[in-house]
């Protein structure tokens, strides 16, 4: 007799199937050219924000801890991703190749910047992590900002706060000099390589990589140090071992995205993942719901979408975008709305009690 599919095979079938679903509709409707030019453009960015918000929902719904640098491993990951396709230009030909070979790079780089932070940041909890985290994410940006690199020959040249030029003695003898990374001008792309294909094919990798993480023994030991660190702990459960893993993950899978993002337009600066960028990415994970990897699907891709459907009432756009987040928040907090609900009927029947007894 044949086992049920069960309920969590199930869920990640309909999640795949959704992604899926998605790429194909949008895909019929580019090639039938029912697209705006805006909306061709925000293909790509809804693809690195979804990865965004599955890799955050990683570290902040399932893993527990509250996370306010994420915008930090994205930026390591678009600058390497961008140095390293210059780099490969000549040696790899193939536009696509090298462009998963740039994620691959954007993602092994901000894996090392997540143990690197995450050694001495997952040792902390609560607003303490959260406050560490934010400084680590302005830390990079601001390293960021200070580093010029360029490409002399094969060979690529460091700088710190200071501009980079060619040596002449190199120039004589006709080796080719290119900037990469001009400090706060940022990087230029030499040959934008995204596209929405390699952004869905990220969006599946990363929805396999977490869901296969979080249904595992791994996962489970994840959620159990989560829900209680003090009992887990004591059943033998590490959770330096277990939380520096969703953590880790968590940065390479934005690494990744960051990469992705960086080759879709000719520059990229380190303005791009301020603050303003982990706290977007969070919005996501929390309307989406703490957790809930579907949910953070949705909402990237409607939030991101959102500003520019909404283009239209000018003026008004921002005012609508807020009105609508606020209804998103409301809507999904159904037990607020039902501890609401609750005391609003408490008070009045104090109120009528009160009058009856008069």
């Known amino acids: 007799?044949?086992?049920?599919?069960?309920?969590?095979?199930?869920?990640?079938?309909?999640?795949?199937?959704?992604?899926?679903?998605?790429?194909?509709?949008?895909?019929?409707?580019?090639?039938?050219?029912?697209?705006?030019?805006?909306?061709?453009?925000?293909?790509?960015?809804?693809?690195?924000?979804?990865?965004?918000?599955?890799?955050?929902?990683?570290?902040?719904?399932?893993?527990?801890?509250?996370?306010?640098?994420?915008?930090?491993?994205?930026?390591?990951?678009?600058?390497?991703?961008?140095?390293?396709?210059?780099?490969?230009?000549g040696p790899v030909p193939g536009a696509?190749?090298?462009?998963?070979?740039?994620?691959?790079?954007?993602?092994?780089?901000?894996?090392?910047?997540?143990?690197?932070?995450?050694?001495?940041?997952?040792?902390?909890?609560?607003?303490?992590?959260?406050?560490?985290?934010?400084?680590?994410?302005?830390?990079?940006?601001?390293?960021?900002?200070?580093?010029?690199?360029?490409?002399?020959?094969?060979?690529?040249?460091?700088?710190?706060?200071?501009?980079?030029?060619?040596?002449?003695?190199?120039?004589?003898?006709?080796?080719?000099?290119?900037?990469?990374?001009?400090?706060?001008?940022?990087?230029?792309?030499?040959?934008?390589?995204?596209?929405?294909?390699?952004g869905f094919a990220l969006v599946i990798f990363s929805l396999i990589v977490v869901l296969n993480l979080i249904n595992s023994r791994s996962g489970r030991a994840i959620k159990a140090l989560r829900d209680n660190r003090i009992a887990a702990e004591s059943v033998g459960i590490s959770a330096t071992k277990y939380k520096m893993m969703a953590f880790v993950i968590s940065a390479a899978l934005a690494g990744m995205a960051g990469a992705l993002y960086a080759l879709n337009y000719s520059t990229v600066t380190a303005s791009k993942f301020k603050f303003d960028t982990s706290i977007l990415v969070l919005v996501f994970v929390v309307l989406g719901g703490i957790g809930n990897i579907r949910g953070s699907i949705i909402a990237a891709a409607l939030l991101t979408v959102l500003p520019e459907l909404l283009r239209a009432f000018n003026d008004y756009r921002m005012l609508v975008y807020a009105v609508v987040l606020i209804l998103v928040m409301v809507i999904s907090n159904s037990e607020g709305l039902k501890q609401l609900k609750e005391n609003v009927l408490k008070k009045l029947g104090r109120s009528r009690g009160s009058k009856g007894g008069v």
């Open 96 to 198: 696509v190749l090298r462009l998963i070979l740039a994620m691959l790079v954007g993602g092994m780089m901000a894996t090392l910047a997540g143990v690197v932070i995450g050694v001495p940041v997952l040792r902390l909890r609560g607003d303490y992590l959260a406050i560490v985290t934010l400084a680590f994410g302005e830390i990079i940006r601001n390293v960021i900002n200070c580093l010029y690199i360029g490409l002399d020959g094969n060979r690529l040249v460091f700088a710190f706060n200071t501009p980079i030029a060619q040596d002449p003695a190199r120039t004589a003898q006709g080796i080719p000099f290119q900037i990469l990374v001009n400090g706060p001008q940022g990087a230029a792309v030499t040959q934008k390589l995204a596209s929405f294909a390699m």
């Open 1 to 89: 007799m044949k086992k049920k599919p069960g309920k969590t095979f199930i869920n990640n079938a309909v999640t795949y199937l959704m992604v899926i679903a998605a790429f194909v509709v949008m895909s019929f409707l580019m090639e039938k050219g029912m697209l705006s030019r805006s909306m061709k453009g925000q293909l790509v960015p809804i693809c690195v924000y979804v990865v965004m918000a599955v890799s955050l929902n990683l570290t902040v719904g399932i893993s527990g801890e509250l996370s306010l640098g994420h915008a930090g491993f994205m930026s390591v990951g678009a600058f390497s991703g961008v140095i390293a396709a210059a780099v490969l230009a």
